[in-house]
Structure formats: C-alpha cells, structure tokens
C-alpha cells in the first residue's frame, strides 16, 4: 500500500508552503508503529514524545498530564534530540499516542517544538504522530495505516 499524498500543507511565518515529508524509510515507520503496537496494551495511556530512529536509540518524554507551553516542548525536544543525536544519523520525532490518526491539537503543538527545535540545532528534525494503525505526517498529511500489522519475516 503506497503512502497517501499530502492532504494539506503547513505555512510557515512568511506565508510560504513548507511541505515536511519524513526522510525516514517507510521500514522505520512501519517498525515505529509496530514498536507501539506491541509494546502499549493499555486501552488509555498518555501520550509519548520520541527522538532518535525506531528499532536503534532514541529518547522519550512522557508529559504526564501536565500542559507545557510551546517554549517548553521545545526545550524539552531539544534536549531529546541531543541526547539521541549521532554524528552522520538521522533523526525523527514521533508522538505515540491514542486513538485514530485525526488530526488533534497536542499533535500540531508537539510538530512546531519539533520544527522549532531544528530550527536551534540547525538539523532537519521531522516529525511523525503514531498511532496502533498507523502513522502520519502532521504538516504534510502524509500518511499510512494497516489493518493487521505483522511483524516481517526476515
């Protein structure tokens, strides 16, 4: 199944369109979900902010119910990403999270520290939400879902 093209696009302060696809394979996506299907089992968790590459090191931050301001979350995915950072990797953010794949707020709040963060490390920092099904690219509306998602055979 193709990843679905870009349902809508972010603008960026000056009006310009800034399309923000993941330069991550579709295989660390695919393990990313899998990752969180496997690993939650609870019906209700909070959500999760990682950094790094799914199935190598990364780094997480829970919230907790706590409701941190935009400067916050951005120290706060700053930090993740120093701490996961390697010379020459890639890096992505991911929100694992509950529910469907819609759009929601904390969503679109935790995209802009992403993008806010890169902006102070001066890296390219995408940012995917996770779900159980799937994941998707909040600025671009990339997106992929599965009905049953089996671990590969390798």
């Known amino acids: 199944m193709p990843i679905s093209s ?18 991550a394979a579709e295989r660390d996506l695919r393990r990313a979900v899998l990752e969180h299907a496997v690993a939650e089992r609870r019906r209700v968790f ?3 902010v990682h950094v ?10 829970a919230p907790d119910g706590h409701d941190l301001d935009q400067a916050l979350r951005t120290d706060v995915v700053e930090a993740l990403a ?3 950072r390697r010379p020459g ?3 992505l953010v991911w929100l694992t999270r509950r529910g469907d794949l819609g759009e929601q707020d904390a969503d ?3 995209a802009r520290a992403a993008r806010s ?9 995408p940012m995917v939400v996770v779900t159980r099904r799937g994941w998707r690219d909040p600025f671009s ?6 009905r049953r998602l089996r671990p590969t055979r390798r």
């Open 52 to 61: 790094g590459m799914p199935g190598a090191e990364e780094a997480c931050f």
């Open 89 to 91: 990797d890639p890096l």
């Open 141 to 146: 509306g990339a997106s992929r879902t599965w």
């Open 108 to 110: 679109l709040r935790w």
């Open 6 to 23: 870009p349902a809508s696009r972010a603008s960026d302060a000056d009006g310009l369109v800034a399309a923000v696809s993941p330069p």
């Open 46 to 48: 909070p959500p999760v």
């Open 117 to 125: 963060a890169a902006d102070e490390l001066e890296c390219e920092l």
């Open 82 to 84: 120093r701490r996961a």
